[in-house]
């Protein structure tokens, strides 16, 4: 069964740092290209970030610079560094596995930059 469970997020201020991290289980993280998705209400679920199975990584426009994804294949981790927040940044932020024509998704985590 696979899993994908996001930590972290909460309530960051604006120009602040949040750190997301999301741990997966059930499938071979490795081959795997991991991504960071978020909605806020209202909107249409977007891309934040993704890092394929080899390193490389891809950012939305709005968050690069200020965002980093991060993997560690010994512990079946992605992590996403969120730097010098903005309230656009407010969202539910998803974590989600890829491989071909398979994608899977976490619940999501809550993400509120406010003052």
Known sequence: QVQLVESGGGLGQPGGSLRLSCAASGISFSR??????????GNQRELVAIITNGGVTNYADSVKGRFTIS??????????????????????????????????????ALVTVSS
């Open 32 to 41: 795997h290209a991991m991504s960071w998705y978020r909605q806020a209400p």
């Open 71 to 108: 993997r560690d294949n010994a512990k079946n981790t992605v992590d996403l560094q969120m730097a010098i927040l903005q309230p656009e940044d407010t969202a539910t932020y998803y974590c989600s596995a890829i491989w071909g024509s398979m994608q899977y998704w976490g619940k999501g």
